[in-house]
T-cell receptor, first 115, second 113 residues
């Protein structure tokens, strides 16, 4: 069973629009971590954020913000005032103690920001 | 720069061949993870080592094997290669087993012809 679901396959926006990427996860563990990674066209995986299961505070980092809701098992990511450099594939991932914290990735959402 | 190095960056080989991918973790990191990214399977976990010992296995084929050496670098061996093994192989390292951030290397792009 898929542990992380990113229902949006592709999102295309015009520069300066906001874009929200959805992530829904599934776990029976009480201690787990959620991550977002960005994969630009160059191919490397760039770490964006790590959040533990006990910290439901939303977080903002520049134009990026994250909304963690345990009640709905969601960890959504918003890019505000998108820029062309934000064009990339974004992955949500889950790590759990019983799996020695290996990362289970979602399928990824391709974001294209048009000038 | 994540501090994780992977060699080679690109590898082109033929079906039936064997290749070795190498990973050097960040200084001080004891845990090494291998992931495969392919078009049909997405990003999936292959295998994990911690301080030289295998800790977890994911969807790793029997034709694939890995090891972590005393200096903590790791190698992923892929044998009897098939066209479907063409993928981007990532190595990641983290300081321990407690869910800390995994730092990813730049990946090795394997093309099997």
């Amino acid at each position: 069973a898929q542990k992380v679901t990113q229902a949006q396959t592709e999102i295309s926006v015009v520069e300066k629009e906001d874009v929200t990427l959805d992530c829904v996860y599934e776990t029976r563990d009480t201690t787990y971590y959620l991550f977002w990674y960005k994969q630009p066209p160059s191919g490397e995986l760039v770490f964006l954020i790590r959040r533990n299961s006990f910290d439901e505070q939303n977080e903002i980092s520049g134009r990026y913000s994250w909304n963690f809701q345990k009640s709905t098992s969601s960890f959504n990511f918003t890019i505000t005032a998108s820029q062309v450099v934000d064009s990339a594939v974004y992955f949500c991932a889950l790590s759990e103690a019983p799996d020695d914290y290996k990362l289970s990735f979602g399928a990824g959402t391709t974001v294209t920001v048009r000038a | 720069d994540s501090g994780v190095t992977q060699t080679p960056k690109h590898l082109i080989t033929a079906t039936g061949q064997r290749v070795t991918l190498r990973c050097s973790p960040r200084s001080g990191d004891l845990s090494v993870y291998w992931y495969q990214q392919s078009l049909d399977q997405g990003l999936q976990f292959l295998i994990q080592y911690y301080n030289g010992e295998e800790r977890a296995k994911g969807n790793i084929l029997e034709r694939f094997s890995a090891q972590q050496f005393p200096d903590l670098h790791s190698e992923l061996n892929l044998s009897s290669l098939e066209l479907g093994d063409s993928a981007l192989y990532f190595c990641a390292s983290s300081v321990d087993l407690r869910g800390h951030r995994q730092f990813f290397g730049p990946g090795t792009r394997l093309t099997v012809l």
